[in-house]
């Protein structure tokens, strides 16, 4: 079992940055994928940039590659995404969530924890 707690998000202008940080609880949180969805009002939750639990590979969105980064710290248990240059369309609802599996997934079903999500609004 494997819990997490999002923090970071707030109201920035357009152009600026934020940095969400995702901490997990329990020993295992270094066996774990981790990723980072998004959920606009109205709109599907949508995959934003996944890292492996060695932290060696990362996969991105079209839409965010580029101006995010993501990165972990093990020794933290944390997870970690950069936002630079935001956009009104970053607007969303941010989750992490922690998967296993073979492959670095951009897919929801993946993904069995899920934090509360944190709420990134980007004025214009």
């Known amino acids: 079992q494997v819990q997490l707690v999002e923090s970071g998000g707030g109201l920035v202008q357009a152009g600026g940055s934020l940095r969400l940080s995702c901490t997990g609880s329990g020993r295992t949180f270094s066996s774990y994928d981790m990723g980072w969805f998004r959920q606009a009002p109205g709109k599907e939750r949508a995959f934003v940039a996944a890292?492996?639990?060695?932290?060696?590979?990362?996969s991105y969105a079209d839409s965010v590659k580029g101006r995010f980064t993501i990165s972990r710290d093990n020794a933290k248990n944390t997870v970690y995404l950069q936002m630079n240059t935001l956009e009104p369309e970053d607007t969303a609802v941010y989750y992490c969530?922690?998967?296993?599996?073979?492959?670095?997934?951009?897919?929801?079903?993946?993904?069995?924890?899920w934090g509360q999500g944190t709420q990134v609004t980007v004025s214009s």
């Open positions: 969530a922690a998967g296993q599996g073979p492959y670095l997934s951009d897919t929801k079903e993946k993904y069995v924890y």
């Open positions: 890292i492996n639990w060695t932290g060696r590979r990362t």
